[in-house]
């Protein structure tokens, strides 16, 4: 396996080989009786044999299959099944992140799911031959599959079998980047791999019983074959104890790495700065828009998920004050809550932040869906009420009847309504940064004549970089500076102390 918790942090090579590839993830979950032949079984452990890195060069092809229930809930002003097919749309964009090639895709409602195939028998013998006609080994399910029913699934179709859940795993174990990341990907990887192992045969024969052929008994049966008498312990079962292992390790790995941000995150606070996350659904802009804001260069994407870990930049408001923009990993629904858990190098900046901006794509046609499920992912993290602000993204590809349109809601909604911006072409940035300015806790710039020692470098250098100096000249190693900062960051600096002469003037209206 990769470096546990005792190899260097900063290993980035060693860190990728220890997450597991979709090909290498799907193949420990066959069942025994997929048409492909078991892994060799040899005497390197069965965690090593993960180091497998992804072959990006090589697409599979895949059959996606979405369902939907005829009871599902309706949303206001969607057809029935309308909400399924959208969900279909976007695996076929989460399977393209991935690196496959879509061949086609399947569609059925149901009243109710088949507890053991999902589907029905009669559809599976529809998806055989759908992905038989295609030439595709994979198929991808839109929705999360219970153990048995991914291993009914690939009996009846002779096909690798994975779910949405299984996909997404493998998008982030493409895109993450940080040493966290890779261990909370490759934590969550082994989590849900865990109750989905199974086989039989050689590979998972047990070693030792009274028969030496695989029996119960214990280490002292006579019977047995000659060196292959032993504790009676499965090769399942020592995959499994080696994943619990694992995961301990990846656990005490990933609390080092938190105490540590932890620390870092005290470090920045020791200077009050506001923080600003940007959340959204995955494909929002939100990477764009923070790219607009802070003149930053952080990777800008059109496929899913392609910033996993968090970038943290400074900017300066209207005002003068200057605050942290967080950017933040892209929500989708269905995300595995085990994912939610583990990521929360991205998430603690959302619970840490005093203003959310909730990006949202307007060009999509449902995109007051996609917030609501974005709302239910801040609700789960606990931050719903939190002051938010609402950011209306990519108005550049509105026609002028949309625009007309959302104008006159903007209008009904006034002040407290969303900000329309174009990340892409900078159209609206000042007047998003002018509503962040009014968004913020109050925090007034004072103005302040100030006489400091030369050898109060620190605070002379907080001040130039935190608030605006109007005038400043040197006397007699000293430095006099007239200069405007919030008054947060004047009490923290104490900067009362040093006020020249009683010339400090009143907060600035």
């Not at 799907?26 to 060799?40: A, D, Q």
């Not at 609390?255 to 009050?272: D, I």
Request: aromatic share 2%.
């Amino acid at each position: 396996m990769a470096a546990g918790a005792g190899r260097h942090p900063g290993s980035r090579r060693r860190g990728k080989e220890s997450i597991i590839s979709l090909r290498d993830l799907t193949r420990r979950t066959r069942c025994h009786h997929s048409h492909e032949p078991p892994p060799p079984h040899n005497d390197r452990p069965f965690l090593s044999s993960m180091k497998t890195q992804h072959a990006t060069s090589v697409s599979e092809r895949a059959l996606l299959v979405g369902v939907t229930w005829k009871r599902a809930r309706r949303v206001p002003g969607m057809p029935a099944g309308e909400q399924g097919r959208e969900s279909l749309a976007e695996l076929v964009e989460l399977a393209r992140s991935a690196g496959a090639e879509v061949a086609g895709t399947m569609y059925q409602v149901r009243e109710s799911a088949d507890p053991a195939t999902l589907v029905g028998r009669g559809k599976l013998d529809e998806i055989r031959a759908e992905a038989t006609a295609h030439k595709a080994p994979l198929i991808i399910f839109d929705g999360n599959l219970s153990p048995v029913q991914q291993r009914n699934i690939e009996a009846a179709t002779e096909r690798r079998v994975i779910d949405r859940t299984q996909l997404i795993l493998d998008i982030f174990a493409r895109h993450a980047r940080s040493r966290e990341g890779q261990l909370q990907v490759e934590l969550a990887q082994l989590n849900y791999l865990l109750p989905r192992l199974t086989g039989r045969g050689t590979a998972m024969s047990r070693l030792g019983g009274k028969s030496g052929g695989g029996g119960a008994g214990g280490a002292g049966g006579g019977a047995g074959r000659i060196g292959v008498r032993g504790p009676g312990e499965k090769k399942l079962e020592t995959d499994r104890r080696r994943i619990r292992d694992r995961v301990s390790r990846i656990q005490a790995s990933i609390e080092e790495v938190r105490k540590q941000r932890a620390l870092r995150r005290e470090a920045r606070n020791a200077v009050p700065l506001g923080t600003i996350a940007l959340v959204g659904y995955t494909n929002a802009g939100k990477s764009t828009l923070f790219n607009a804001l802070s003149s930053a260069e952080v990777l800008v994407s059109s496929r899913m998920f392609a910033t996993l870990d968090p970038t943290i930049r400074a900017i300066r408001l209207p005002s003068n004050r200057r605050v942290l923009v967080s950017d933040t990993v892209g929500f989708i629904r269905d995300l595995p809550k085990g994912l939610l858990t583990a990521f929360r190098a991205t998430l603690e900046e959302v619970q840490e932040a005093a203003l959310i901006l909730h990006v949202s794509d307007v060009s999509n046609p449902h995109h007051d869906e996609l917030d609501e499920e974005v709302d239910k992912i801040l609700q789960e993290l606990g931050v719903a009420g939190r002051p938010k602000l609402r950011v209306l993204n990519k108005v550049d590809l509105l026609n002028s009847e949309q625009h007309e349109t959302l104008n006159r809601s903007l209008a009904r909604a006034g002040e407290t309504g969303p900000v329309l911006v174009s990340a892409m072409t900078g159209r609206g940035i000042d007047d998003l940064l002018r509503h962040i300015d009014a968004a913020l806790p109050i925090d007034p710039v004072v103005t302040l004549s100030l006489r400091l020692p030369l050898a109060e470098g620190r605070t002379l250098a907080l001040i130039h970089a935190l608030g605006r100096v109007l005038h400043s000249a040197v006397v007699d190693s000293h430095m006099t500076m007239d200069a405007e900062v919030p008054a947060s960051i004047a009490r923290r600096l104490r900067l009362s102390q040093y006020a020249a002469g009683g010339t400090s003037r009143p907060p600035r209206t």
